[in-house]
Structure formats: C-alpha cells, structure tokens
C-alpha cells in the first residue's frame, strides 16, 4: 500500500488505520496485515468512517452460513461504492456485521441491485466462492426474479424482450438491436394484476445487465414507476417500482440447490387492492 501513497509514512498510514479512514471496496479496516484479493479496491476517506449499528440491526438477514450471507436490501442504498458514495452501502454495513466476530472475516460481492431496488442480495464469505461462482454464473444461476409494478396496461400479457444494451455518455443504458453493439439482455415477463394506471408484473431475466428490466419496460413504453432515470414521472408509492424477489442458484463447489426469497413490499399490491404477496 505504502508504494500506492509515497507521500504517507508508515505513521501516516498507521494513524490512518487507527482512526478508520482506510477503504477497503469502501469499508473500513485497521488491520495492517489485512489480507486483501484480487480486484480488491483501495482508498483513503479524508475523514473517520464510523460503523452504523442502527443501519446493521435494520438489515434483513434472509440466510447466512460460513460461505454465504443473503440480505434483503432496502430500496435508497447502495450494493457497493461508487465514485459518489464510498460510505453506506449494503458491502459495508455486512462487512461490519461479519467483523463484529472476528475483524479478519470479510464478505465478497457476488451480484448487484440498483440503489433504488429492493431485494435479495447474496455475499460470498470467501473469495474461492465468489470466484467459482462469477466463472460460471451462467451455468449456476437458476432464476433472478423480479416484481415490477409499470405504468399503464399492458396489451400483451405475457413476453419476452431482447435486445442489446450499451451506454449512453451520461451513464444511461439504452437498446439496440445489432448484436455488435451492446450485451445481449433477456427479460421475460407475465402480467400479474393490473388496474386503470399500473400493471404488476413478475419479471424473470435470463441475463443481468446495468438496468435491464428497466430499460426493456421503457422500450414497452410502460416504464416502471418511480423510475425518473428512464422518464417515469409517476411515483406513487414514493419509490421506484422494483423489487428483487428471488435469487436461485446452486453452490459452486457442493451443488446443494438454494432459493432465497425476500417479500415484496406491501405497497406494490396496496396499489391493486391485493394484501396478500403472489
């Protein structure tokens, strides 16, 4: 580390430890010997980063052994740092929560939800798993499913969307249909309850690419509600209209089969006058 700071003493970089502003994927760690991986990013905070208790006890843990944790992310917070937001993310607060045990343990990123999607969200405990898994997504992940509440009504009621995503200079992602242009994106989706303003779909991708349920909707000319980043101007419920429902996968090395389920949030089928989740 100290080569990637020649301007820092070994002091200078002790006291950083000290006082917590050394980042780690935008965690914070004091050990000096922490074992770091590969593709592992390292900054420095110009100020201490402190541990959310409360943001901890308000995460909920859906499963957890000693090579997987699976959350249900809250909608408004981050999977992991970005260049705007390097302090409270879901990778932090689970970092936190895995140290409070022993400060070596550490979580590795296995998938991502936009800020604004709720959800399930799986960590690997380890980087044998995480490695294995990203190696073979395609072959291990089961099923990614999605519930999207739209704008409109739907004409058919069932679907499939495919097309190729690519990004825009200000960070949108937008289709095409030339297979050179972009990642192939699948999205497939059934028409689950509808009234005169939204439609409740469930939402199965085959791939999961940056934004991909929420552009194809868009391309429908149904976006999802709440969604301003694609032009929705409808939010109801004051959140974008996105959860992530279930992750379906089996282990990478045991192939015992998992099914991680995370409720979707009473307020989509509030919109229906539907109290029970489908």
Known sequence: MLENYPGLSRNNIKH???????LVNGAAVRQFDFLLVKD????????KVRKDGKRISKLKILYED???IAI???????????????????????MDYVRETNPRNRVFVLHRLDKETSGVLVFAKNEQIRDKMQKNWNDIVKKREYIAVCEGVFDKKDGTIISYLLPTKTNLMYSSHRPNDGQKAITHYHVEAENDEYSLLRVNIDTGRKNQIRVHMSDLGHKVIGDDKYGSTINPINRMGLHASVFEFNHPISNKHFKFIAS?????????NLKKSK
Do not use: W
């Open 16 to 22: 950083l430890l000290t006082n917590q502003q050394v």
């Open 40 to 47: 592992d990013i390292i900054s420095i905070s110009p100020y």
């Open 66 to 68: 000693d090579e997987l």
């Open 72 to 94: 249900n992310k809250p909608h408004g917070l981050l999977s992991i740092a970005t260049d705007n937001e390097k302090e409270i993310t879901a990778y932090r607060i689970m």
């Open 264 to 272: 979707t949030p009473k307020e989509f089928f509030e919109l229906f």
